[in-house]
């Protein structure tokens, strides 16, 4: 192939800024803050699941205490109308008022009881809902922490973004300047090794930097200038220029 060693030079412009675009493209892939918000996204999920299931917990102690208060609210209202009837005068068999001391005794006794389980449902419950304030509070922290990991990979985007369109717009240009077959081989050694051209410099070719023998810098001397040369190593366009050394 042949083409004005002005075109070929532009071949390294060209190269240039599209590593300056691989770069930008490889740095919005790796920003540390996609990875840091995959993870918090794991941890908001995590606390959200935990969030439930504590609220859940709390939910079902407070059923519980509401129906332990009540059985004490039975059993005392049982108490009272016992004591009600003793205090009346109403019953007089000595039996009978054996019987029903006794049942006030023992209603007494219950009513103690549920209202010990009252105080330890509600101790669980008091804990129950600590558990929940202080996993919303993380949920929240970790939320808050996400939002401000989004807002910066989003500047970042921006900054990175408005390089690459600037980038692209000079490429474009540079592009335009060089003819469409040389365009063409360039493509598709860019497609094949990342870097399409590299310039040959005391040397060395610049993509591969592998020294050039003798033999080798003497045939490129006796090339003809628009000849388009291709590094024997890496299959690169080798681009020649005032520091190549020939
Ligand atoms: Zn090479």
Do not use: W
Request: proline share 2%; glycine share 4%; with cysteine.
């Amino acid at each position: 192939m042949k083409a004005a060693p002005e075109s070929q030079k532009r071949l390294l412009d060209l190269a240039e800024l599209d590593s300056v675009i691989d770069r930008l493209a490889h740095r919005r892939r790796t920003l540390p803050e996609l990875a840091e918000i995959d993870e918090l996204a794991k941890r908001l999920a995590r606390l959200a699941t935990q969030v439930i299931e504590a609220e859940t917990e709390a939910g079902d102690l407070a059923r519980e205490q509401t129906k332990a208060e009540s059985d004490v609210d039975t059993v005392r209202a049982r108490a009272e109308r016992d004591q009600k009837r003793l205090d009346s005068g109403a019953v007089t068999s000595p039996r009978d008022l054996a019987s029903l001391q006794s049942e006030i005794g023992s209603l007494q006794r219950r009513q103690g009881d549920l209202e010990e389980v009252v105080l330890e449902i509600m101790e669980r419950r008091e804990a129950a809902d600590t558990k929940v304030r202080d996993l919303v509070a993380q949920r929240d922290e970790v939320a808050s922490a996400r939002a401000a990991a989004e807002d910066r990979r989003d500047a970042a985007f921006a900054e990175i973004d408005k390089e690459a369109a600037d980038t692209q717009g000079r490429r474009t240009a540079v592009a335009a300047e060089i003819p469409a077959d040389l365009l063409a081989l360039y493509t598709k050694l860019k497609d094949q090794y990342a870097v399409g051209a590299a310039m040959l410099r005391h040397g060395r070719c610049q993509g591969c930097k592998v020294a050039l023998s003798i033999a080798e810098m003497n045939a490129i001397k006796a090339a003809p200038h628009d000849e388009v040369l291709r590094c024997e190593e890496c299959r690169r366009i080798l681009v020649r220029t005032a520091e190549s050394g020939l």
